[in-house]
């Protein structure tokens, strides 16, 4: 079943003559269906504790305070009232076009963290609370900046700060938001794309250590160095990732999605899933399917 028969593709009012379009909402709920844009997003809320954000294949509830970026176009993304009681919440929706800012100037030195962090937040970034702070004072007087280049310039410096973040957190797999995403290792890129290619068949830790010339176990300590994460918990990620992708795309039965992604136990899968997703392979799907409502 294809998903566009779901989810709505927003139309925003960016104009083609302006950088960015802002919106800075007080608000008592959140009652935006999930959808998702070509244009790229910043999302800011305050005083929305108990709020559940979704974004790709990634959910959370959040805190007082939460900052987002989406640069992924088919990223699905939404911010549900769940468990939210604040009859003063605040919401800074800024908007802006894959063109605001170009290759060439993108490819100078200066934008290098810029560039690096739109190329992350195809799967959403999520920044942590010392880094909300840092750009909080320039976010909250944006709206109200009467000259356009001024507003740009804090913008930019906004952008900025943000790529300077370390602990900025990447939500949805990659598998899920349909990107391909390598590390700078050249050997781990080859594995990489290798993993990314058979997930669905049996794949041995010697088979690829042997492709880059080194020991199992040397190889373990490698990957591990170089992507954050053990080489079975790298696998079990992307094997979720194309596998939750298929239980919002597709009407195949969750024993078939479980084999069709390379997990060659239906227990195993079901227990794998509610361990990374806090959800059943069932309740994920019919989540999605009541949230995404064509308006």
Known sequence: MDSQNYIIREITPLSDRDCFYIADRRKTEFTYPMHCHAEYELNFTEHASGVRRVVGDSAEVIGDYDLVLITGKELEHVWEQHECTSKEIREI???????????????????????????????????PMQTIMKVYNRLDRLSGEEQGFYAVMDFLYILYELAQSEEARVLSSSSFAKIETFSDSRRVQKVQKYIAEHYQEDIRLHTLAEMVGMTPVSFSRFFRLRTGKTLS?????????????????????????CYDCGFNNLSNFNRMFKRKKDCSPKEFRDHYRKKKIVV
Request: a negative charge.
């Open 93 to 127: 929706t800024i908007q802006f076009s894959s063109d605001f800012l170009s290759d060439t100037l993108l490819n100078k030195n200066q934008f290098n963290s810029i560039r690096h962090m739109l190329e992350r937040a195809q799967c959403g970034l999520c920044f």
């Open 233 to 257: 918990d790298y696998i079990i990620d992307i094997r979720l990732g194309f596998a939750t992708r298929l239980l919002v795309d597709s009407t195949r039965t969750i024993a078939e999605i």
